[in-house]
Structures are given as C-alpha cells and as structure tokens.
C-alpha cells in the first residue's frame, strides 16, 4: 500500500520558519511529481507547491511564491517544504500528494496518492 507521511508542522510566531518532509514508504511508482497543498478552516484544499521527480522544475502559488521552497532528496525518498516568513494566513493543514503522473499540478484531483496531513499554526 502506497503510503505518504508528512511531518515537521508545529506552533510557530509569525515571521518564522518550518520545514515539513514527506516521506513516501517507496512504493509510488517512479518517477512522479509531488504536490503541497493546505486546507485551512473553513477553505477549500488549495495548492501550495510541486516539483517533479528530478527537481529540476518548481512552481508555486502566488501566495508563498518568495517565501516557500520545495526540494527533493530522492535517496531519502523525501521531499520538503520549507517556509520562511510566515503569517497567520498560512495556518492550515499540509498534505504532500504524489502521482506518476498528475493531470494537472495544481489540483488536487490531479493526485492519487495523500498523506494524512501535519497542521501548522502561526501566531500572531
């Protein structure tokens, strides 16, 4: 059973940083791309971030874009999200989503593999 494991988020002030990892237990096909995305209360799951299996390609969304960065280490099987400056807006949810090959980057339906999520909190 293909499986995805988020970890990293936490309770952190306004204008600091994480770093979230997602770690595929190795059974997605390969190569695939892998996607960020957050739900916040209330919100619909939106897109964060994707970078495709060699990393040589990125894209974000406008409101991280400068702020958020993902990388991959394929020997760990892990891909991360690191986030600067954040703010309060940034609270939510993050799931990382894998697919050999997603119909679309930036929608969810463009996945078929989830991870549970790892909530992160900003204070004001």
């Known amino acids: 059973q293909v499986r995805l494991a988020e970890s990293g988020g936490g309770l952190v002030q306004a204008g600091g940083s994480l770093r979230l990892s997602c770690v595929d237990s190795?059974?997605?096909?390969?190569?695939?791309?892998t996607g960020w995305f957050r739900r916040a209360p209330g919100k619909e799951r939106e897109f964060v971030a994707a970078?495709?299996?060699?990393?040589?390609?990125?894209d974000y969304a406008n409101s991280v874009r400068g702020r958020f960065s993902i990388s991959r280490d394929t020997a760990k099987n892990t891909v991360y999200l690191q986030m600067t400056s954040l703010k309060p807006e940034d609270t939510a949810v993050y799931y990382c989503?894998?697919?050999?090959?997603?119909?679309?980057?930036?929608?969810?339906?463009?996945?078929?593999?989830w991870g549970q999520g790892t909530q992160v909190t900003v204070s004001s």
């Open positions: 989503a894998a697919d050999p090959r997603p119909s679309s980057w930036w929608s969810r339906s463009g996945y078929d593999y």
């Open positions: 190795g059974r997605v096909v390969r190569p695939y791309t």
């Open positions: 970078i495709n299996w060699s990393g040589t390609d990125t």
